[in-house]
């Protein structure tokens, strides 16, 4: 069924009777028990749901993010587990026509039953699971949720299966991937009841879902269509009314369905008038549109569902051109270029995330300027509130599908289950705004290409693996993502690895040269690509963290509690090895945790700021990783108990939307200003290299333009022409509301004056108000304090006698004593 309608912006009287929708929703969220598998008495009672089986044991149990408690816990996944409860339900719901019982997340193999009934087998962690229950349904219930190690389930599927899939049992599991331990996580495997569990109760029928879909934005008019789900066929008249930002739309559309046209689903078009766009928080407002959609019957309101919906277009361009083929996003029409990182679930024990935890982070993520996240592969699709938080902040998501680096399976039920999950996973998400890109898979075929997994099979097996690959990323998930949401899908990330020439030119890129290769950082700046969908580098984690790890409470890097939180064979060796070429490397764990921390910020900022300046050509630069899923040596910018490292605060600079971007090669200066604001920008533009005293030894200034959505090469000077000695000097240049300091040489060879800092600190309203100054040029300035909190800037350089302000954010009672590092002090020692 289809109804056109233009729906005027005026309000008119609510002429019906609203009543109270007649669905019951009721959540089973507690008490649970768990059990062993034997059955006897409970290990864990007054469980709330959603649950891991390892949170739940927590209070009994030692932290498996303390020392190597990690490896003591495997047992947990080695074992069968049952989880109880006892519910009662009243006669009218009881007597209610439709009772469903739904499980939005179960992982993973799972025999349910209610009473003494089995009602339901689960096997993949990603599925909202619904049955009918009413037949079985009493005044008191009892439900049971008997769930399976996936160890010997996945090991009958391998053995099973006529040949072995790259990277072991893993692939034979719908389950998020980096339970089963990555080069950045633990090997906690969890199982349980990870989504809430409720029944629902109706008469007649209930909303299933409301796309809004848009149509088109032409001549100042959106124009929309709510495609309604009816949770069952209905041969009845009903009324569709739909109300935006509270007001009722004047005209009603009443359907009137014949007997054969009872599979359709109902479309209301509607248009609004000067819509309001979504964008990018950064380029514009992320407005949101409450849109309601109502059901009556007779006169009687049935069912509704409100949802908040931007306006907006993207449009993922990847088009030939004179230099390979572009990758980049257009929002609303205009190229935007995306700053950001790359997003993995933000604890192993996932039940433990709270909306505060989203909010703090998705925060972070605004603070420092990025406007897209990926939500990596090997992880989970996110909870709703996620989602919502990236629309009303305005953050862009590059969405994997969940499957990260591996081959996996064809079997019909592993398709058919996959099938389930794609389906679901866009429906469930496809109103949210902040979507931009549906993405196949992490890594899989590049790793199929060119990591050797093809070596010594024959060409049969080579075959059937690849047909199997097909299927789902060539075939099904195209098929179903653009019948379902108008949203764009790219098949795997990257398109070309680093073993592939043309992965500066084509696509997307993963370049892990720097790292895995260890290339120098300058590698960055001399191979960019179209878009940088992952590269990154490791550091240590605050001393907050490092704490915590260490049983004894020490800040011991060098205990064998440490050495089990870091995950990367050859990571500690890489961070000494890239700090002895630019850095100096100090003898004391507290300096060398510092010092790892500038190490990472100032290698990523060659690549953000390289990636920046060479727009167009590049139009996107998405660092690995944003956080953590525990305490960790990692590559993350944020670590566990969501302490800003270096890089997060290098990154909000690098990410300002006006930056001054300089850099030397071949002894020559270069300097950028990149605008990816929607206006020009014509300002005074100043160059001065001063000495490290303050002495001003060159300046240059001019009117300069920097152009819309651009990067402009404004100045160049030869470094020799001028009498200066490279290493006791620094760089200050300003352009509009943007400045930066910057040194020339590598900061190991720079010529530093013992530090003179001054530091007075004032209590403000929510923390403290902090004053620096010092006589000399202080570079890498690292301020911290035993009291939980946060600074607003940290790890930056000062000017002599130049004062600034900072803020630290706390809830403490306690008092502050603040301390300092400077890259001047170890180099004084």
């Known amino acids: 069924m289809r109804y056109s309608v233009l729906l005027l912006l005026l309000v008119f009287c609510y002429s019906c009777q609203v009543e109270k929708p007649n669905l019951q929703r009721h959540y089973l969220d507690a008490p649970w028990e768990l059990y062993l598998e034997q059955f006897t008495h409970p290990i864990a009672d007054s469980i709330t749901i959603p649950s891991t089986v390892h949170s739940a044991i927590l209070a009994k149990t030692r932290h498996p993010f303390i020392g190597n408690n990690e490896y003591r816990m495997q047992w ?445 950082f300058e590698h960055f700046e001399e191979h960019v690509p179209r878009f940088m969908s992952e590269f990154g580098f490791q550091s240590h984690p605050s001393y907050e963290t490092i704490h915590y790890i260490n049983k004894d409470g020490s800040l011991n890097i060098q205990s064998a509690d440490y050495a089990s939180h870091q995950k990367h064979e050859r990571g500690n060796e890489l961070i000494r090895e890239y700090m002895a070429r630019d850095f100096p490397v100090p003898t004391s764990d507290e300096d060398y945790v510092y010092v790892s921390q500038l190490l990472q910020a100032y290698g990523m900022s060659k690549g953000l700021q390289a990636h920046r300046r060479a727009r167009p050509y590049n139009m996107g630069t998405l660092y690995w990783q944003l956080n953590d899923c525990w305490p960790a040596v990692s590559w993350s910018s944020i670590d566990y108990f969501g302490n800003w490292k270096a890089l997060h605060y290098q990154a909000k600079r690098d990410f300002e939307n006006l930056l001054i971007s300089n850099y030397v090669k071949d002894g020559v200066l270069h300097s950028y200003v990149v605008n990816d604001d929607l206006n020009d920008l014509t300002s005074g533009y100043s160059i001065k290299i001063m000495d490290v005293y303050g002495n001003e030894l060159y300046q240059e200034s001019f009117i300069g333009t920097a152009g819309m959505n651009s990067s402009t090469k404004f100045h160049h000077m030869n470094l020799a022409s001028l009498d200066i000695d490279p290493s006791s000097v620094y760089v200050y240049t300003e352009f509009g509301s943007s400045s930066t300091i910057d040194v020339l040489v590598r900061p190991k060879d720079l010529k530093l004056p013992k530090e003179e800092l001054s530091l007075k600190s004032l209590k403000t309203t929510g923390g403290y108000q902090i004053t620096l100054k010092s006589a000399v040029f202080v570079k890498d300035a690292f301020l911290y304090s035993p009291v939980k909190g946060h600074f607003s800037d940290n790890f930056f350089d000062l000017e002599p006698e130049v004062e600034k302000i900072l803020f630290f954010e706390t809830d403490s009672d306690v008092a502050p004593v603040f301390k300092y590092k400077t890259l001047n002090g170890l180099m004084n020692h």
């Open 76 to 520: 947990i996944t080695e074992t069968d587990w049952t989880y109880k409860t006892q519910f009662k339900v009243d006669r009218n719901t009881l007597e209610k026509e439709y009772i469903n019982l739904h499980f939005e997340g179960i992982d993973t193999y799972a025999s349910i039953s209610l009473n003494g009934v089995a009602i339901l087998e689960t096997d993949n962690a990603f599925l909202h699971w619904k049955t009918d229950v009413k037949p079985y349904l009493k005044k008191e219930n009892e439900l049971l949720i008997a769930i399976k190690s996936p160890l010997p389930i996945e090991e009958e599927k391998a053995t099973a299966n006529p040949y072995a899939l790259p990277v072991g049992n893993r692939v034979y599991t719908r389950k998020a991937q980096f339970q089963y331990g990555w080069d950045w996580g633990p090997k906690l495997n969890t199982m349980g009841i990870i989504k809430p569990v409720y029944l629902e109760a109706y008469d007649h029928f209930k909303i299933e879902e409301v796309y809004i879909k848009q149509n088109y934005i032409q001549d100042s008019i959106a124009n929309l269509t709510a495609q309604i789900k009816l949770s069952q066929p209905i041969t009845e008249q009903l009324t569709y009314q739909i109300k935006v930002n509270d007001s009722l739309y004047p005209i009603k559309i009443t359907d009137s369905l014949l007997a054969s046209d009872v599979q359709a689903t109902p479309e209301v078009h509607f248009e609004i008038h000067n819509p309001q766009l979504w964008w990018p928080h950064n380029i514009g407002e992320p407005y949101l549109y409450e849109i309601e959609v109502l059901v009556l019957k007779d006169g009687k309101l049935i069912d509704s569902k409100k949802l908040q919906r931007g306006i907006r277009t993207i449009e993922l361009v990847n088009e030939p051109d004179d230099l390979g083929t572009s990758f980049y996003f257009k929002v609303n029409g205009v190229p935007v270029y995306m700053k950001g990182a790359n997003y993995i679930p933000q604890n192993s024990m996932q039940d433990l995330v709270t909306d505060q935890h989203y909010e703090e982070l998705l925060d972070d993520v605004v603070d420092a300027n990025m406007n897209m996240l990926r939500v990596w592969g090997g992880g989970s699709y996110e909870k709703d509130v996620f989602y919502e938080k990236c629309d009303k902040k305005g953050i862009l998501v590059w969405q994997d599908f969940m499957f990260a680096c591996a081959m996996y399976p064809g079997d019909d039920r592993f398709r058919e289950s996959v099938t389930q999950e794609i389906t679901q996973q866009v429906t469930r998400l496809r109103n949210h705004s902040s979507i931009a890109l549906w993405c196949g898979n992490n890594e899989t075929s590049e790793a199929w290409k060119h990591w050797g997994w093809q070596n010594g099979r024959p060409q049969a097996e080579r075959d059937s693996i690849w047909e199997d690959y097909r299927a789902v990323f060539q075939i099904a998930m195209p098929k179903y993502v653009s019948e379902l949401t108008k949203e764009p899908y790219w098949e795997s990330t990257p398109k070309l690895g680093r073993g592939n020439p043309r992965y500066e030119f084509e696509g997307d890129a993963h370049d892990w040269r720097v790292w895995h290769d260890a290339y120098p």
